[in-house]
């Protein structure tokens, strides 16, 4: 992907030339169709929306491309106050993208600079308090941080770490299976137990030792451990809590941390390897913390379309087509543009919008949602399916979430007969009477590690008893990279997904009744990230 930069000049080019001021608005046909989709998502997908993270500037001009292709196609606005928007607040928490930790001598000279992201990344729950932010602290390493006495293992018993930091190791000592004293389990190895009987004990720092599993992978999970996290504002006051600061260190720096110490980093992993339980010991190092963390409302948007149904009787029930518009935004400097994730569901639904308000032969109304939020945590949709006074009426959602990659003949299909036999048949028909996909249903499987049907935005209306389908097309290869790309989105397919979708909103808008729900819900919270 190429560096970000824009201008208010290259913004103004792309809305003047968008597709709908090159082609005609009703034309329904293959090629029309073909030009909108790919000129569409060369809008959505390019650098001068910046990524589209949520609560962002590109956030906020791509909603305004969606909004503004709405209105040319004669979709009605549906948000807040005659808009295409259902704005909503969000806090937004973080460590400064300049947050290190240097490492000082017992003479406090310094040994080293450590960054944010290249060599360590925020871990537990929540950000340090304002007053951590720029402490100097000891540094005692404290085994695996554990206290258990059913096991005889504590390893705070002879150390003092009031007023320190922590250096601990990840998950739980070995049990060996022939000492009947070692078998009864571990029960506070958790992140969250661990970092909470530090502060019992007084310590107001905490790093953890990356382990195996992390190192494999730490390149890419620095990314998401240096973003700031950001969810909803809390109804009812909170207890403010002084949360301490809490990171995961790589191997550089646990390698200088322990340099010359009781066990250098070497020697502690020979130690675990031969399943032994280092001693806790004081370090004579120092550790400096300048990590400046902030706490901010931020503005996020959903953005909402109506057809209005045709039916007098009906028209007052919906059919919701989804997809989000958001993305992961820049990453130092190098714009994610997210083209299929899920820039290709987004322009699929727009398609959908304009083929259908052409055809305008819905006995129900049809919204069409396009969410924000959903890659920090289903935000856009849960914010939707918890404000909108009329879910009650909402007789299915249709959540389209990358469909423009992998093979151009089949499609994973998600969660359609979990609520609804009748909605699951009805896709079925739909598909097999239209553009045949071959549809691959392995992720409904309830022993399926991947959990897809819980992890985009159709979940938020499957928990309140919404029939849903999630179309899916499983790229991996370019996920949530910068590679993720235009040129390798296949528009003949996500045109395809446009026909499906859209012959599967009619038939559920012009039922006689409503979906028949035969099954129960499952209340599971959701999780969005697929990483």
Known sequence: MKFKWYSAYAIIFVFLYSSSSLYPQNKIDDKTSLNYLRNN??????DEYEGRETATRGEKLASLF???????YDVKPFGDNGTYFQNFDLLSSGYSEDAK????DKSNSLIGEFLLGDDFIRSGRGFADISFASQTTGIVFAGYGMTQKENNHDDYANIDVNGKTVLILSGEPYRDKNNPAAQVPFLASSTDSKIKLAKENGAIGVLIIVDERLKSFWSRIKEFGTQPSI????KEPQEAIKNIPVFTVGEKFVEQILAGEKYSYEKLNEMLKAKESPAAFQLNKKLKFDIRPFLNTVQARNVVG?????DPKLKDEFVVLSAHYDHIGTRRGIVNNGADDDGSGTVAVLEAARRLSSENNNKRSIIFLFNTGEEKG??????????WTFMENVVANINLDMVGRESADSLHCIGSGKLSTEFANLIQEANSGGVDFVLNYKYDDPKDPNRFYYRSDHYNFARKGIPIVFFFDDMTVDYHKSTDDVEKINFEKILKVVKLTSDITLGVANLDHKLIVDKKNEDVLPRQRRD
């Open 41 to 46: 998502l060369k809008v959505l997908a390019s």
């Open 66 to 72: 969606i909004s503004s292709e709405l209105g040319k």
């Open 101 to 104: 930790i240097a490492l000082l």
């Open 231 to 234: 969810g909803f504002v809390p």
């Open 306 to 310: 109506l057809i209005e149904g045709t």
């Open 378 to 387: 289903l935000l856009g949709s849960g914010y939707a399916t918890d404000n």
